[in-house]
C-alpha cells in the first residue's frame, strides 16, 4: 500500500498527531538551530541535544515564488501544474526563525507579525507511489 | 609603500557570443597594459579571478609565458575584491613593485544554479524550492521596507536611475532608460521586486594595473590611490542567503563589518566620500547597503532618493555607471568594475556620466553569498 515518508528525516516529528520542528539547541550558549547539527554556530561547542522547536510562530518576512525553478526543485508539477507558492521566515516561540514555503501566495494574505502554523504537505511521490512530505507554514487563522 | 593603479581595462559587460570568458578577460587585461602604457612582461605577480570561465591563471597562454606568480582567487561575489586586495598586500608589503588584477565571466542566461551540496545543505531543501537567491533578496528588502519605512516608489526610483545612468556609459550593458511606469509594470519575480529591479547573469571581463605609489607616474599622469581594501565575512546572526533558520538577534552584515574597518585604516568617514559605487544585485541591496556602509541612517534612503541625492549631480553619486543593475552580473569581474568606474570618475574621464565638481575621495562595496564583502576607498 502506498504510504507517506518525510521527504528527508529529522526535519519534523513523524509520524505524530501534531507534528512540530525538530531542530538542535546547544547546552553551552543555549542557542537554537534548524535543521539540527552537531556543532554551534554561534559558540562553535559540540554539545548539542535535539529540540523540539513547535509548530506555531509569527511571519518575519515574506516573499512570494512567483515562478517553477529549475532544478534542484523536484515536484510532480509541470510548468502548466505549478502553483506560485508563499517563502517566508517564521519565528518561533524559542526566537529562532526558520525559512520555509508557505500555503498563502499571495501579497494580499502576506503580513508580517501574522500568527502562522505548521503543516505537512506533500513534495511529490516516490516511485513506489508513497507521498514525500515535507513542512510548510499556514496562516494560524483565516485572513478574511 | 603606497598603492596606486596605473591602468584601467574592460571588454564590455553584456553579451558577447564570438568570445569566450577568458578571452574577454584577456582583452581587458591588454586594454589595462595600454592604458599604463606597459606589456605583460613587466608584470611580476598577478590575482585573477572567474567563476564559470575556467582558471584565471590560463591568461598567461593568451598573454605570454613569462613566469610570473599568477594566483587564482574563487570568492564568489566578492572575487574581484578579494583579488584586489590581495594585490594591495603584496604591494604594501615591499614584496612586488607592479602587478594585475584581472577578472572575467560568462554565464548561462537566467538565474544562477546552486546546488544544496556545495553550501553544506542536504538536497530536501533545494528539491522543495527554497534554494533561490531571488527569495532571499525579496525576503530581505521586505523586511527592511517593514522596520524603516521604505516605499515601492523608492524600488522603482533606484531602477530608474541605473537604467539612466547606464544610458550614459558606453561599457554598459542596458543603454536604454526605462520610465517610471515601465518598471513599475514589470511582471514580479519575487515580491516586491520585479523583472527590472533584479540584476542579471552576464559576460565581461575588467583589469587594473596597480604598482607601487612612488613609481606610478611612470605609468600614467593620473595615478589613483588605492586608501584600503578591506574584506569581510560574515559573523554569527548576519541575515544571508541560504539560511534554513537564522537566530534570534540579528546582528551586523559583513558590510557593516567591511566599511567600519575601511573608514578606519584609511582615515576618512562617509561624508569625504565624493562618489561611490555600492552593490546592486537588486534595487533593495543598494538602499539598504547606503545605510551599511554608514552613508545615512536606516530610514533616510526614502528621503535621499526623492531628493536626487545619490543620482549624478547629487550631494553623493551612486552606481554612477548604472550598477549591476545596468551591466549584469560577470562574478569574477564585477567587483572591479566597481574600482574602475570609481578610477574613471576620480580621473574626470565619465564623459556623459562625469560627476561634477572634480571628485576626489571615492568608494566601492561589493557583496556576495554566503556573506562576504569588500570595501575599497580610492582617492586621486
Ligand atoms: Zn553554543
Redesign the pocket.
Known amino acids: 500500500m502506498p504510504d507517506a515518508k518525510p521527504l528527508h528525516e529529522g526535519l519534523f516529528s513523524w509520524p505524530a498527531l501534531s507534528p512540530s520542528l525538530i531542530g538542535s539547541r546547544?547546552l553551552?550558549?543555549?542557542?537554537h538551530t534548524f535543521p539540527s547539527q552537531d556543532a554551534?554556530?554561534?559558540?562553535?561547542?559540540q554539545?548539542m541535544a535535539s529540540a523540539d522547536l513547535g509548530n506555531q510562530g509569527t511571519l518575519w518576512t515574506w516573499t512570494v515564488q512567483s515562478f517553477m525553478p529549475k532544478t534542484p526543485y523536484h515536484t510532480d508539477e509541470t510548468p502548466e501544474t505549478f502553483r506560485p507558492y508563499g517563502v517566508g521566515y517564521v519565528e518561533l516561540a524559542c526566537g529562532l526563525k526558520v525559512e520555509s514555503r508557505l500555503k498563502e501566495n499571495t501579497p494580499e494574505e502576506l503580513k508580517i507579525g501574522m500568527p502562522m502554523k505548521l503543516e505537512i504537505i506533500s513534495v511529490r511521490k516516490d516511485d513506489d507511489g508513497n507521498d514525500l512530505l515535507t513542512f510548510q507554514f499556514c496562516a494560524a487563522e483565516e485572513t478574511n | 609603500m603606497d598603492v596606486a593603479i596605473v591602468g584601467l581595462g574592460m571588454h564590455p559587460f553584456g553579451r558577447t557570443p564570438s568570445m569566450s570568458g577568458l578571452e574577454q578577460g584577456a582583452a581587458a587585461a591588454r586594454a589595462a597594459l595600454a592604458d599604463a602604457g606597459t606589456d605583460f612582461k613587466r608584470m611580476e605577480f598577478a590575482f585573477g579571478g572567474s567563476q564559470d570561465s575556467g582558471n584565471a591563471d590560463s591568461l598567461v597562454n593568451l598573454l605570454g609565458l613569462t613566469g610570473l606568480q599568477f594566483t587564482n582567487v574563487a570568492n564568489g561575489c566578492a572575487t574581484g575584491g578579494s583579488s584586489l586586495n590581495a594585490a594591495y598586500s603584496a604591494i604594501k608589503s615591499g614584496q612586488y613593485d607592479v602587478g594585475l588584477v584581472v577578472g572575467f565571466d560568462k554565464h548561462d542566461r537566467g538565474a544562477f544554479n546552486p546546488k544544496p551540496a556545495d553550501w553544506g545543505l542536504d538536497d530536501w531543501y533545494g528539491e522543495t524550492g527554497l534554494m533561490l537567491t531571488t527569495q532571499y533578496f525579496g525576503m530581505k528588502i521586505q523586511r527592511y521596507m517593514h522596520d524603516h519605512g521604505i516605499s515601492r516608489e523608492t524600488l522603482i526610483r533606484v531602477a530608474e536611475k541605473a537604467f539612466r545612468n547606464g544610458s550614459l556609459t558606453p561599457t554598459a550593458w542596458r543603454q536604454t532608460a526605462l520610465s517610471w511606469e515601465e518598471i513599475k509594470n514589470a511582471p514580479m519575480v519575487s515580491e516586491p521586486l520585479n523583472k527590472y529591479m533584479f540584476c542579471s547573469p552576464a559576460e565581461g571581463g575588467c583589469a587594473l594595473i596597480v604598482c607601487r605609489a612612488d613609481i606610478a607616474h611612470e605609468f600614467h599622469p593620473k595615478p589613483i590611490y588605492l586608501k584600503t581594501a578591506v574584506v569581510r565575512s560574515r559573523n554569527y546572526g548576519s541575515f544571508e542567503v541560504f539560511s534554513p533558520s537564522q537566530p534570534t538577534e540579528v546582528a551586523d552584515s559583513p558590510t557593516v563589518t567591511a566599511s567600519q574597518a575601511a573608514f578606519e585604516l584609511a582615515g576618512v568617514g562617509p561624508g569625504d566620500i565624493d562618489v561611490a559605487q555600492l552593490q546592486d544585485t537588486e534595487v533593495g541591496a543598494e538602499i539598504m547597503h547606503m545605510a551599511e556602509n554608514g552613508f545615512c541612517a536606516h530610514g533616510d534612503q526614502e528621503q535621499w532618493l526623492a531628493d536626487g541625492v545619490t543620482e549624478i549631480g547629487g550631494k553623493l553619486p551612486v552606481n554612477t555607471d548604472g550598477g549591476c543593475l545596468a551591466n549584469g552580473e560577470p562574478v569574477g569581474a564585477s567587483g572591479l568594475r566597481q574600482v574602475h568606474e570609481i578610477c574613471v570618475q576620480l580621473r574626470g574621464e565619465g564623459g556623459a556620466r562625469q560627476v561634477p565638481n572634480e571628485p576626489k575621495v571615492g568608494y566601492t562595496h561589493v557583496y556576495g553569498a554566503p556573506g562576504i564583502s569588500g570595501v575599497n576607498i580610492l582617492a586621486r
Open positions: 546547544c553551552d550558549c543555549g542557542e554551534c554556530r554561534a559558540c562553535s561547542g554539545n
